[in-house]
């Protein structure tokens, strides 16, 4: 069963334009949403993560935005840049040491 | 800070053989966690360990599939009688503690003949 569903699952952006990638979730006892950016022949590295008693987190250029009710949550690329070119996975889990469970992927391609 | 250490990078097998993938956890965690990701897939869940413990392994399958940590050395999954089926990127993440995020090694990529 499909707990965490992701789309797009390909995206083209221009420079300096915004990518949006959407997930939504099933079970309401997942606490913990991690966003993961992979390169090729690479592992995921943390980008950014969020907990449901906020609805929204910055770092930089990137933004969760979270809707409990709606039990979805999205990353946002602002200014994305060709090096931004990767693929990235949303997750969730309960309790920020739980397993994670991903969501598809989302391969990115941001175009000079 | 040296990274989740993955070894081997690659490892080629044929069907029947047996495959052992290492995982060196980042200095000062002792909370592995062993991920499966097929070709076009996003990365499943197999199994979680703490030190000498198995905490969680509900994403193992049944037969053939083993893991360990022991109190001393990297962290071991071992695959028997590898199957065409096997064929994947295997990647280990570690924590230092249950609540903290978990971090992922470069993977190792199983091939079977």
């Known amino acids: 069963q499909q707990q965490v569903k992701q789309s797009p699952q390909s995206l083209i952006v221009q420079k300096g334009g915004i990518s949006i990638i959407n997930c939504a979730y099933e079970?309401?006892?997942?606490?913990?949403f991690p966003w993961y950016q992979q390169f090729p022949g690479k592992g995921p590295a943390l980008l950014i993560a969020?907990?449901?008693?906020?609805s929204e987190k910055k770092e930089g250029r990137f933004t969760i935005s979270f809707n409990k009710s709606a039990k979805q949550f999205s990353l946002h690329i602002m200014d994305s840049q060709p090096g931004d070119s990767a693929t990235y996975f949303c997750?969730?889990?309960?309790?920020?040491?739980?397993?994670?469970?991903f969501g598809q992927g989302t391969e990115l391609s941001v175009k000079p | 800070n040296a990274g989740v250490m993955q070894n081997p990078r690659h490892l080629v097998r044929r069907r029947g053989q047996e495959a052992r993938l290492r995982c060196s956890p980042m200095?000062?965690?002792?909370?592995v966690y062993w991920y499966r990701q097929l070709p076009e897939e996003g990365l499943k869940f197999m199994v979680y360990l703490q030190k000498e413990n198995i905490i969680d392994e509900s994403g193992m399958p049944k037969e053939r599939f083993s893991a360990e940590f022991p109190k001393e050395g990297p962290s071991i999954l071992r695959i028997q009688q590898v199957v065409r089926g096997d064929s994947a990127a295997y990647f280990c993440a570690s924590s230092p503690d249950r609540g903290e995020p978990q971090h992922f090694g470069d993977g190792t990529r199983l091939s079977i003949l």
């Open positions: 969020i907990r449901p008693d906020v």
């Open positions: 997750a969730a889990s309960k309790g920020q040491g739980g397993k994670l469970i």
């Open positions: 200095k000062g965690h002792s909370h």
């Open positions: 079970n309401t006892a997942f606490d913990y």
